[in-house]
């Protein structure tokens, strides 16, 4: 078993830039790769980022890209997201998911096996 655990977060305004974190723990031996996704009222889970454990690559919902960064620490088992350039639109819940494989780029949540409790981003105009 895995437990994700987000953290940062919080209110900003548009514009701003803000960062999650998220640490896993149990079996991380396990995990491949890590991401995030979020979630607004009234909409569907949409991805956002992921990184594999090894390696190099990165891939990006099409709403973040050229806005987000992911980043990992494998030795902290942890897995990050650098938002910029916020919009009143990035506003959700955002999720950090981890799945037992490496590559995941067409970003389906059906591919995740963890999931974290959620944290609120909340971006004002």
């Known amino acids: 078993q895995v437990e994700l655990e987000e953290s940062g977060g919080g209110s900003v305004q548009a514009g701003d830039s803000l960062s999650l974190s998220c640490t896993a723990s149990?079996?991380?031996?396990?995990?491949?790769?890590m991401g995030w996704f979020r979630q607004s009222p009234g909409k569907e889970r949409e991805f956002v980022a992921a990184i594999p454990k090894f390696g190099e690559m990165t891939y990006y919902g099409d709403s973040v890209k050229g806005r987000f960064t992911i980043a990992k620490d494998n030795t902290n088992n942890m897995v990050f997201l650098y938002m910029d350039n916020l919009r009143p639109e990035d506003t959700a819940v955002y999720y950090c998911?981890?799945?037992?494989?490496?590559?995941?780029?067409?970003?389906?949540?059906?591919?995740?096996?963890?999931w974290g409790q959620g944290i609120q981003v909340t971006v004002s105009s």
């Open positions: 998911a981890a799945s037992r494989k490496a590559h995941l780029p067409r970003g389906l949540a059906d591919e995740y096996k963890y």
């Open positions: 149990g079996r991380t031996i396990e995990l491949a790769a």
